[in-house]
């Protein structure tokens, strides 16, 4: 394993949450990346270049530092720079999702915000941002910059033509919010199919889902629920617990 600078447990959970992401429709080849670190540390570690959000193992991630000028590992992902960008941006980032799941890339595509149709767009309404600079792969620290400042303090961005990047105080808050924001697109491109008008939350009953639904008690529950679901498709997860 080339992240000993992270921690074992840590690791451990990104790779749960790669394997989450692969059953809710995140998969593309090899990929997309997931990464953690501590809130506020200088170094994070990420999953390499070479394997997929279904098969990635805790040896298949790489350490890597928040300094962009920092020599990078030879395995570390193309787009390592977004990571870095949105760590440097954001000390109270503990994990990054970025993915080209289906609907969120379609959603993305459309000049339309999340809206509070559903619990998924309570939380994301307002909190997702579209960046049309590019729809390239993310590949210099100045186009990472830009995206980082379009996210500011929110939980998305809409990499338009290109598909997400989502954080969140840990890795399992970024994976959660990964997993819910392509439920959001995809029900709220569902109700916009159909042409009719359709009805949302209101502002009172946002806040209480967010309270509530999204305690951080909640979250640990959904964790806990993709982690079992994990763990029947894949056993050998039970193997990578330290």
């Known amino acids: 394993m080339a992240t000993a600078g992270i921690g074992q447990s840590l690791v451990t959970q990104a790779c749960i949450g790669a394997r989450a992401l692969s059953e809710g429709g995140h998969d ?3 990929q997309g990346q997931v990464s953690c670190r501590v809130p506020g540390a200088a170094e994070f570690a990420i999953k390499n270049a070479m394997v997929g959000f279904d098969e990635v193992t805790p040896a298949e991630f790489v350490e890597a530092q928040v300094d962009a000028t920092a020599r990078p590992h030879r395995l570390a992902p193309p787009e390592l720079p977004l990571h870095q960008a949105i ?3 954001r000390p109270d980032v503990g994990g990054i999702v970025h993915s080209h799941a289906p609907d969120g890339l379609v959603f993305g595509a459309l000049d339309e915000p999340i809206v509070a149709l559903s619990h998924e767009g309570a939380l994301l309404s307002g909190q997702v941002s579209h960046f049309t ?3 390239n792969t993310v590949l210099t620290i100045e186009v990472a910059d830009r995206i980082a400042e379009s996210l500011g303090d929110g939980v998305g961005v809409f990499l338009v033509n290109h598909g997400s990047v989502v954080v969140g105080k840990s890795v399992r808050h970024a994976v959660v919010h990964a997993l819910m924001l392509e439920r959001a697109c995809r029900l709220q491109l569902t109700a916009l199919s159909t042409r009719l008008p359709f009805s949302v939350s209101s502002s009172s ?3 209480a889902k967010r309270n509530y ?6 979250v640990k529950s959904y964790w ?9 498709r894949s056993p050998e997860v039970q193997t990578w617990t330290p």
């Open 28 to 30: 593309d080849f090899n």
């Open 87 to 89: 760590y440097a941006a």
């Open 133 to 135: 600079d590019t729809s």
């Open 205 to 207: 009953d946002v806040d």
């Open 213 to 218: 639904i999204f305690a951080d008690l909640s």
């Open 224 to 232: 806990n629920h993709l982690r079992r679901s994990v763990s029947r």
